[in-house]
């Protein structure tokens, strides 16, 4: 399995913006679909953009708080991470962002649900200030 490590959290105000990394080390990354969840204090943690292995399909968030139109999920499989570009951000962004990743041929709503996913980064705190 491989072993992900988060970086490029931090406190941004409102409207502002943060690029997230995480990298992969020991195995063949591109074998994994990876990506991106959320957990708020108090909150579960919830879904927010996963990109497929192979031809890298992307996913993201569709609520009524949707981050889809202001983040962007990349993967550079030739260094061995995952992106997620944020902009416009605003307070109810705030949260400690994940990385996680599988090997599982997920589908569907699978795909969101974080139990399907059995690589875990530590986490990076995402703070934004109104």
């Known amino acids: 399995q491989v072993q992900l490590v988060e970086s490029g959290g931090g406190l941004v105000q409102a409207g502002g913006s943060l690029r997230l990394s995480c990298a992969a080390s020991?195995?063949?990354?591109?074998?994994?679909?990876a990506g991106w969840f959320r957990q708020a204090p108090g909150k579960e943690r919830e879904f927010v953009a996963i990109?497929?292995?192979?031809?890298?399909?992307?996913?993201?968030?569709d609520t009524s708080e949707s981050v889809k139109g202001r983040f962007t999920i990349t993967r550079d499989n030739a260094k061995n991470t995952v992106f997620l570009q944020m902009n416009r951000l605003n307070p109810e962004d705030t949260a400690v962002y994940y990385c996680a990743a599988t090997r599982s041929q997920l589908t569907g709503k699978a795909l969101r649900i974080p139990r399907e996913y059995d690589c875990w980064g530590q986490g990076t705190q995402v703070t934004v200030s109104s």
């Open positions: 020991g195995d063949t990354f591109t074998t994994y679909t």
């Open positions: 990109t497929r292995w192979g031809r890298g399909t992307v996913y993201y968030a």
